[in-house]
């Protein structure tokens, strides 16, 4: 994969733009689509999303809308056109037929295409989910770090909730044949930005919930996994994900370039877990305890020996990016829109308190 991303970097000529640009934006008005329409209008560029319903992006009056469906992208070629984009930052790509799709109808429109990969691509992932074989991936996962070579990363019923929680997935998901489609252009520049488990207001997998309820619920101890406890995985507040977006699309320095986004450096998640209950005045403790005397609802599936600890050195260095929130601010404003906006279905068997008593009742 790298190596066909540097190959044909060096066929690639985009011309640099002057300071202000025209970005499309596919997918434009979502969790991370909002925050990286805010920081593009507010550096001056022309910005133009593409859609399938009305569209909530701030400031909707300095922005061009364009409604249709990306399974459908070449039909509406000359919408897309018409507003002559500078690059193409496409949000939700999930199969490499869109992907192939979208560079076909890009030849036609933009020089460059910045597009939005996960960190699951890589091997360390699916020795996570087991479906890797072999040793633990050794760390820190760099970009050109191996890929997975088992496609399926997951089961169904975890497409089933990522579909339930972003519609754009389907089942065709496969971020490696979007990354391939999206790199092996010798006429549009590609440019592929892996990203990490995503926090912030908006996040629809509302990932700080079920601590904050607990917390919410008067919980004087919170367990955990021996192994989870020390697991550690890449994470990026969502405005400083669309910081890392917002650099890409404008800097022709990141054309046939891979690039990692993640915070530095990656904490266990007893400690993440700490830092936000520290924000939250709690007065309780965590209790790990080892995974045969856990409760089952509170079990991770997956190896918790592999960590997935990413580095973002090369963006930083090369793209100069560096987090527009710091840490703690990005856990008081995810805390603040969590308690405001609670996910509207809970699954009750997540707080299963009478499991959890006994459990911490057998460790004392």
Same mark, same amino acid.
């Given at each position: ?37 805010? /920081? *593009?209008?507010?550096?001056?560029? +022309? $910005? =133009? ?6 569209? #909530?992006?701030?400031?909707?009056? %300095? ?37 192939? /799709? *979208?560079?076909?109808?890009?030849? +036609? $429109? =933009? ?6 990969? #996960?960190?699951?691509?890589?091997? %360390? ?240």
């Amino acid at each position: 994969m790298l190596h066909r991303s540097l190959s044909w970097q060096n066929n690639c000529q985009c011309n640099s733009k002057a300071i202000q640009m025209r970005i499309l934006l596919i997918g434009g008005n979502g969790f991370i689509g909002l925050p990286l329409t805010k /920081e *593009l209008l507010g550096s001056g560029h +022309q $910005i =133009a999303v593409f859609h399938r319903g009305i569209a #909530s992006a701030p400031e909707e009056h %300095a922005v061009h809308h364009i409604q249709g469906d990306r399974n459908r992208l070449r039909d509406y070629k000359e919408q897309l056109r018409e507003f002559h984009p500078d690059v193409i930052v496409d949000l939700v790509l999930s199969s490499g037929e869109q992907a192939q /799709e *979208l560079m076909s109808t890009a030849r +036609q $429109i =933009a020089p460059r295409v910045v597009a939005l990969s #996960s960190m699951d691509v890589y091997r %360390a992932w699916g020795v996570v989910h087991g479906v890797e074989p072999g040793p633990l991936e050794p760390l820190p996962v760099t970009e050109i770090s191996p890929l997975r070579s088992t496609r399926k990363l997951y089961s169904a019923e975890n497409m089933r909730m990522m579909q339930n929680a972003f519609p754009w997935v389907n089942l065709d998901y496969d971020k490696i044949a979007v990354e391939e489609a999206i790199m092996s252009s010798t006429v549009v520049c590609g440019t592929i930005l892996r990203l990490p488990m995503v926090h912030g207001p908006g996040d629809r997998l509302h990932r700080f919930f079920p601590l904050l309820k607990r917390v919410a619920d008067g919980r004087s101890s919170i367990i955990l996994a021996e192994d989870f406890a020390s697991w550690r995985g890449p994470r990026g507040y969502v405005e400083n994900v669309a910081h890392a977006i917002a650099l890409a699309a404008i800097s022709d320095q990141s054309s046939g370039q891979v690039y990692n986004i993640c915070e530095e450096p990656s904490l266990p998640e007893l400690e993440w877990q700490r830092r936000i209950t520290k924000q939250l005045d709690w007065n309780g403790k965590f209790v790990v305890l080892p995974s045969a005397r856990i409760p089952k609802h509170l079990l991770s599936p997956g190896n918790a020996e592999q960590h997935i600890v990413a580095s973002s050195e090369r963006i930083r260095t090369e793209l100069g990016f560096k987090e527009a929130v710091e840490i703690d601010e990005a856990i008081r404003r995810t805390i603040r829109w969590e308690q405001k906006s609670p996910p509207k279905t809970i699954d009750p068997r997540q707080f299963d308190y009478a499991a959890e008593d006994a459990a911490l009742e057998n460790a004392a």
